[in-house]
């Protein structure tokens, strides 16, 4: 124990010497890591590295990871489900619970559309999980040089004095251009073991324009942290390996319809048959290529048999759904909403549930605290935003339903409304408990419902006799009956009084 003390005292003395003993220290190490990395890898399974024979990259660079962002569909995916869902909708920023507008909340939604901060946000979170970290870029109006520090901002960030900037543009950039240059060495500072100043690379192209930004310009972004607060863990490493096969398996897959889906032949000589010269074989061979690459079908060969080689095609589907299995257990997302929309409406319930509790989870405990106020706070500070006591973050509630959502519902409500009316279900279930039972309305909404059908069973049968008489009043009055015998024009006569009948004559 004394011995390792020791040891921990002299590499402590060694890192705060001069530089190259600091570097020496790195070394060691560096050393220390990959012989502690071998070592576990013959823990795990000393007769063969699994790494090696599989074809695993041993260390994972951010160009790696860059490019498999770039060019592979389910690494792409695996880095931005979950910032996509997290921005499905956007957040609300405000000051108080009053309806009236204040001025910080004015500000803020003119900052947001004039530069569409919810759109880069949404984006710095999306790129920063590509390696270990992203940063964003606030340019103000200083008229200062990117390396110096930003003038009325404190070593935290914070404003100091009246000073007022303006915004003029926002940048995003992640691992692959951007590198810690300078770290906070000072213990009792608060940004202790945090960046002072990066080197950022802003023409991608020619990879020329690399400048020196400090960090009180820079909103610095790290998803997935553990032990550091600078470094957190790209979104692809623990699903490296699977991606890697993924890539193996379609390529392959690919590889081997192009080979397979055109045979093989071999080229057999009669055993009595001499041996072709130089000039028979040029020959062959560009008959061959012919048939290969042109659209001659036919070959014309003398003395020589052809076969055509049997050739295998497997389906790779089963080979890659075990491997999209496997990437969304790791994950934590439900398979059908890691394959896309269309499966995602398929999702069971308690799928949907459970997804949108994680991500009202990431919202609230990660991008509200480590991307929105650090960059609200930063906005205040340059004097962008207008200096409030506090302020709020507020997301739309993921279990609401949308507009299609709830057409979708009451079509089907009134469907199954028609269907019980029609099927003669009142006889059997009288309609208050089916409407409590079944549909899951309250006693209080039911009996609100009773008492508009009420009123509007009277409203229609009202309307429906004043209708009658409208119709009534409009049809001409009957004309007087006539005797047959009558001549038309001439009066009716006085009929005659009929004899009394008296009862015993």
């Given at each position: 124990?004394?011995?390792?003390?020791?040891k921990i005292a002299v590499l402590r003395n060694a890192m705060e010497g001069e530089a190259e003993d600091r570097a020496v220290v790195?070394?060691?190490?560096?050393?220390?890591?990959?012989?502690?990395?071998?070592?576990?890898?013959?823990?795990?399974?000393?007769?063969?590295?699994?790494?090696?024979?599989?074809?695993?990259?041993?260390?994972?660079?951010?160009?790696?990871?860059?490019?498999?962002?770039?060019?592979?569909?389910?690494?792409?995916?695996?880095?931005?489900?979950?910032?996509?869902?997290?921005?499905?909708?956007?957040?609300?920023?405000?000051?108080?619970?009053?309806?009236?507008?204040?001025?910080?909340?004015?500000?803020?939604?003119?900052?947001?559309?004039?530069?569409?901060?919810?759109?880069?946000?949404?984006?710095?979170?999306?790129?920063?999980?590509?390696?270990?970290?992203?940063?964003?870029?606030?340019?103000?109006?200083?008229?200062?040089?990117?390396?110096?520090?930003?003038?009325?901002?404190?070593?935290?960030?914070?404003?100091?004095?009246?000073?007022?900037?303006?915004?003029?543009?926002?940048?995003?950039?992640?691992?692959?251009?951007?590198?810690?240059?300078?770290?906070?060495?000072?213990?009792?500072?608060?940004?202790?073991?945090?960046?002072?100043?990066?080197?950022?690379?802003?023409?991608?192209?020619?990879?020329?324009?690399?400048?020196?930004?400090?960090?009180?310009?820079?909103?610095?972004?790290?998803?997935?942290?553990?032990?550091?607060?600078?470094?957190?863990?790209?979104?692809?490493?623990?699903?490296?390996?699977?991606?890697?096969?993924?890539?193996?398996?379609?390529?392959?897959?690919?590889?081997?319809?192009?080979?397979?889906?055109?045979?093989?032949?071999?080229?057999?000589?009669?055993?009595?048959?001499?041996?072709?010269?130089?000039?028979?074989?040029?020959?062959?061979?560009?008959?061959?290529?012919?048939?290969?690459?042109?659209?001659?079908?036919?070959?014309?060969?003398?003395?020589?048999?052809?076969?055509?080689?049997?050739?295998?095609?497997?389906?790779?589907?089963?080979?890659?759904?075990?491997?999209?299995?496997?990437?969304?257990?790791?994950?934590?997302?439900?398979?059908?909403?890691?394959?896309?929309?269309?499966?995602?409406?398929?999702?069971?319930?308690?799928?949907?549930?459970?997804?949108?509790?994680?991500?009202?989870?990431?919202?609230?405990?990660?991008?509200?605290?480590?991307?929105?106020?650090?960059?609200?706070?930063?906005?205040?500070?340059?004097?962008?935003?207008?200096?409030?006591?506090?302020?709020?973050?507020?997301?739309?509630?993921?279990?609401?339903?949308?507009?299609?959502?709830?057409?979708?519902?009451?079509?089907?409500?009134?469907?199954?409304?028609?269907?019980?009316?029609?099927?003669?279900?009142?006889?059997?279930?009288?309609?208050?408990?089916?409407?409590?039972?079944?549909?899951?309305?309250?006693?209080?909404?039911?009996?609100?419902?009773?008492?508009?059908?009420?009123?509007?069973?009277?409203?229609?049968?009202?309307?429906?006799?004043?209708?009658?008489?409208?119709?009534?009043?409009?049809?001409?009055?009957?004309?007087?009956?006539?005797?047959?015998?009558?001549?038309?024009?001439?009066?009716?006569?006085?009929?005659?009084?009929?004899?009394?009948?008296?009862?015993?004559?």
């Open positions: 124990m004394v011995e390792r003390v020791n790195r070394d060691m190490v560096s050393n220390a890591s990959l012989l502690r990395s071998n070592l576990l890898s013959k823990l795990i399974d000393s007769r063969r590295d699994i790494d090696d024979e599989c074809g695993y990259p041993k260390n994972i660079t951010s160009a790696q990871y860059k490019m498999m962002f770039d060019r592979e569909g389910i690494a792409n995916r695996v880095v931005t489900i979950y910032p996509e869902e997290t921005w499905g909708r956007d957040p609300e920023v405000f000051e108080n619970e009053s309806p009236d507008e204040t001025e910080f909340e004015g500000a803020f939604k003119k900052v947001e559309k004039e530069f569409q901060l919810w759109s880069y946000l949404a984006k710095i979170d999306e790129i920063s999980g590509i390696g270990r970290f992203g940063v964003l870029l606030l340019g103000i109006d200083d008229g200062k040089d990117l390396k110096e520090p930003v003038e009325g901002v404190d070593k935290v960030g914070k404003k100091v004095g009246n000073i007022q900037h303006k915004l003029l543009y926002l940048r995003a950039f992640d691992e692959s251009l951007v590198t810690v240059k300078e770290v906070e060495k000072d213990r009792t500072n608060p940004r202790y073991s945090k960046p002072i100043s990066y080197s950022v690379t802003f023409d991608i192209e020619t990879a020329s324009q690399e400048q020196v930004v400090h960090w009180s310009r820079i909103i610095h972004i790290a998803d997935n942290r553990r032990s550091s607060e600078v470094y957190g863990t790209p979104r692809m490493q623990v699903l490296f390996n699977r991606l890697y096969d993924l890539r193996k398996i379609a390529g392959g897959s690919g590889e081997m319809f192009w080979k397979g889906g055109f045979p093989g032949y071999s080229f057999e000589m009669a055993p009595d048959a001499k041996p072709l010269t130089t000039d028979e074989l040029d020959t062959l061979r560009e008959t061959v290529a012919d048939y290969a690459n042109g659209l001659q079908r036919y070959l014309t060969l003398q003395g020589v048999t052809t076969k055509s080689i049997q050739s295998q095609v497997a389906d790779p589907k089963s080979h890659i759904e075990v491997q999209l299995e496997i990437i969304a257990i790791a994950m934590g997302v439900p398979q059908r909403i890691f394959m896309g929309s269309e499966q995602a409406k398929l999702a069971s319930i308690t799928d949907s549930a459970t997804w949108n509790k994680r991500i009202n989870r990431r919202q609230t405990k990660y991008v509200t605290p480590y991307i929105i106020r650090p960059v609200v706070d930063r906005l205040i500070a340059f004097g962008v935003l207008p200096e409030v006591a506090e302020y709020d973050v507020d997301w739309p509630d993921l279990e609401s339903s949308s507009d299609l959502d709830k057409a979708e519902v009451l079509a089907k409500m009134t469907e199954a409304f028609a269907k019980y009316v029609a099927g003669g279900v009142d006889m059997l279930i009288p309609p208050e408990q089916f409407l409590i039972m079944f549909a899951g309305l309250t006693t209080e909404q039911v009996k609100e419902i009773n008492k508009a059908a009420v009123e509007y069973q009277d409203e229609v049968e009202e309307r429906e006799v004043e209708q009658q008489k409208e119709i009534q009043k409009m049809q001409p009055a009957p004309a007087p009956r006539q005797n047959p015998k009558e001549k038309p024009g001439q009066p009716a006569p006085i009929p005659k009084p009929r004899p009394k009948v008296i009862k015993g004559e």
